[in-house]
Every structure is written in C-alpha cells, then in structure tokens.
T-cell receptor
Framework: SQKIEQNSEALNIQEGKTATLTCNYT??????LQWYRQDPGRGPVFLLL?????KEKRKERLKVTFDTTLKQSLFHITASQPADSATYLC?????????????FGKGTHLIIQP | NAGVTQTPKFQVLKTGQSMTLQCAQD?????MSWYRQDPGMGLRLIHY???????DQGEVPNGYNVSRSTTEDFPLRLLSAAPSQTSVYFC???????????FGSGTQLSVL
C-alpha cells in the first residue's frame, strides 16, 4: 500500500543549528512533493514545492531535496529560531498531477530551543 | 483577498444531528477539497471538486456529502453525525493541479 512516513517523534534542535526533517514514501511515483508548516489551531501553510526533475530547492533559510531513487525528501531549516517551532508536513500528489488531491504525511513536530 | 474562509470555527453536535460546514474562497480557484485531521492520523481527504458541478470522493467520504454549485463555495454536509466524525476539518483550494494548496483556518467539530 502507499505510505508516507515522517519522523513521528518530536525533533528538538538548539537555536542556531540546522534542523533536518525527513519524508519517506513507498509505492508512489510523485511528480512533485510539497512541504507545509502548521501551527497549533491553524491550517497548514505552504512552504516549498519541488518537482521530480529537481534535486534541490531553496527559499531563504529553507532547503528541500528530493531523491526519487531513495524515495525520500529532506527539509532543512538553517540558522533555526524558536519561531520555527511548528509541525511540518510533507505532501505528495499520488498520481503525478492527478486531480484527487494531495496525500499528506502525519507531520513532524519541530521544537527549537533557545 | 480573504483567501479560504471556513465557518463555523467550533461546533458541538449530538449524535444523529446534521449540519453543514461552509467553505468559500475568493481566489477563483477551480480546485477545492475537504480534509479531516485527527491525532496520529494526519490530514485525510474527504471529498474534492475540480470545478463547479464536479465532485468526487477522497480517502474517507462515508458520512459526508458535498456539492459545488459555484466556483466560490464548497460546503460539506454531515448527514447524521457520529462520534467518529469528531475531528478538525479543513477546506483547501488551489488554482489547478501541481499548485500549492491554500487552507482555511479549520472547524473543530465535536459529536457527543
């Protein structure tokens, strides 16, 4: 069956360090992968999208990699700050551009400690 | 632009009651969807629509109905509420496939 796996346990990182979150998937052939941030009591907010022919994407302190051979995406936050504390979700389009919506991982709760 | 607006923010129902969760977007997006979010389960797709008059089922459609009479609105109806439908519901929209989703702020529903 299709599966998206993210670190189920909270990730504690010291302020200023790089936080790295992992998204692994099985039985998908996604055309692209997305990352969202979700704060308590709020809806997810889009961060980055990376396509299957892109190895890496950057936006300010954020970097995403996409390895379709390993079936894995890594999400990095450099120079992390307490304000980066949130739950981060990865999402796949299950059929590569299909209309039936994104499939989300369960999310990783990131805590940046001062 | 208000983006995606959901109402109500909170709702408590008794088992067997029906209600409609409202969702409206002002971005002229063709694609709209409803997700539910439960602890330990992540976001799961309930129903989606690729345009006015077109709807289809997602991963967990049982107990829910949708319709899309206009581009802007995509209401979600609970026909006969059950405790298993206690959840946080999110509406989302995007311009087309391969694009990012815009989410509403959510509706927290409790069914007693």
């Amino acid at each position: 069956s299709q599966k998206i796996e993210q670190n189920s346990e909270a990730l504690n990182i010291q302020e200023g360090k790089t936080a790295t979150l992992t998204c692994n998937y099985t039985n998908y052939s996604p055309a692209y992968l997305q990352w969202y941030r979700q704060d308590p009591g709020r809806g997810p907010v889009f961060l980055l999208l990376i396509r299957e022919n892109e190895k890496e994407k950057r936006k300010e302190r954020l970097k995403v990699t996409f390895d379709t051979t390993l079936k894995q995406s890594l999400f990095h936050i450099t120079a992390s700050q307490p304000a980066d504390s949130a739950t981060y979700l990865c999402a796949l389009d299950p059929r590569g551009g299909g209309a039936d919506g994104l499939t989300f991982g369960k999310g990783t709760h990131l805590i940046i400690q001062p | 632009n208000a983006g995606v607006t959901q109402t109500p923010k909170f709702q408590v129902l008794k088992t067997g009651q029906s209600m409609t969760l409202q969702c409206a977007q002002d971005m002229n997006h063709e694609y709209m969807s409803w997700y539910r979010q439960d602890p330990g389960m992540g976001l799961r797709l309930i129903h989606y629509s690729v345009g006015a008059g077109i709807t289809d089922q997602g991963e967990v459609p049982n107990g829910y109905n949708v319709s899309r009479s206009t581009t802007e609105d995509f209401p979600l109806r609970l026909l006969s509420a059950a405790p298993s439908q206690t959840s946080v519901y999110f509406c989302a929209s995007r311009a087309t496939t391969n694009e990012k989703l815009f989410f509403g702020s959510g509706t927290q529903l409790s069914v007693l």
